[in-house]
């Protein structure tokens, strides 16, 4: 069986653990826009946190029905905020990647007015959430336009992310890349492109999780992009999945839905963002 038929077919499996998952932490929820423009946070009293995006094809989910990963996140010892965007088709990319900037400018206006500060900031992501947070720490344009500084973030944990628009491309996501970008022509995908954005950063240390069964993502443009951040003089580390749920929904949502004696993805990506540099 092919890996993106094992994807479509994970889908099934994930929806009982999901309705099934206890909420054992109720995050404050900012909104700072439309319905689609909010965060959630979890706040632990933690000298960490984590900025989480979430994934959907850049078309659903949000962190209301993904609470569960921010939770798992906290429970882990680290404060958590979850940004949510608007969606394709209604929306499209530049719109959607100004949700997540002003979103972040939102977060930091009240963190600061709560007085909360940070020894270490982790932007992560899964699937499209983690497209949009290498656009948050890449866009250099963005970045200075919304003056945040190429310090302001030290880790970038990126889980089944399309950073490189490049073949070989599975059928899906040139489907939703067209849609992003509301258009199939890939010179104009390349503004979005992680890869095509990155510059050197060298106080940001980047781990990427990825699986060679995706079904989705391709382990190629993982690697690519791990090797041009090292070719910039960054840290880039390259983490295999190993579990057996080991397509694209599987581990980067399902994992958050084991514990970590049950999936080596999850306590690989916990370990990940506890660790000192």
Excluded at 82 to 89: A, N, Q, W
Excluded at 138 to 157: A, M
Excluded at 189 to 213: A, F, N, T, V
Aim: proline share 3%; aromatic share 10%; charged share 25%.
């Amino acid at each position: 069986m092919n890996d993106t038929l094992r994807e479509y077919l994970s889908y099934g499996k994930l929806i009982i653990p999901m309705l099934k998952v206890r909420r054992e932490i109720t995050p404050e929820k900012v909104q700072w826009g439309e319905k689609d423009q909010f965060f959630s946070l979890f706040g632990t009293g933690s000298d960490t946190l984590v900025i989480y995006i979430n994934g959907g094809g850049w078309r659903s989910n949000s962190p209301d029905n993904h609470f569960f990963i921010g939770q798992a996140i906290a429970k882990a010892g680290n404060d958590c905020a979850m940004l949510c965007y608007r969606k394709v088709p209604a929306y499209s990319y530049e719109e959607i990647a100004d949700d997540i900037f002003k979103g972040y400018m939102h977060l930091q206006d009240h963190l600061k007015a709560s007085g909360r500060a940070y020894d270490k900031v982790i932007v992560m992501g899964a699937s499209a959430g983690a497209h949009l947070a290498a656009v948050l720490c890449f866009d250099e344009r963005k970045k200075r336009e919304y003056g945040i500084s190429d310090t302001e973030i030290d880790r970038l944990v990126l889980m089944a992310a399309p950073l490189c628009f490049d073949p070989p491309m599975t059928g899906a996501m040139r489907s939703l890349l067209t849609a992003l970008f509301a258009s199939k022509d890939r010179a104009h995908w390349k503004k979005g492109e992680p890869y095509s954005l990155m510059y050197s950063i060298p106080c940001l240390d980047i781990h990427i999780i990825q699986s060679r069964h995706d079904g989705l993502v391709g382990y190629e443009q993982a690697e690519m992009f791990a090797e041009k951040a090292e070719s910039l003089g960054m840290s880039a580390q390259l983490h295999e999945v190993t579990d057996s749920w080991d397509t694209h929904s599987a581990y980067c949502v399902g994992s958050f839905l084991l514990d970590r004696e049950r999936s080596s993805t999850l306590d690989r990506t916990l370990n990940i963002i506890s660790m000192n540099r």
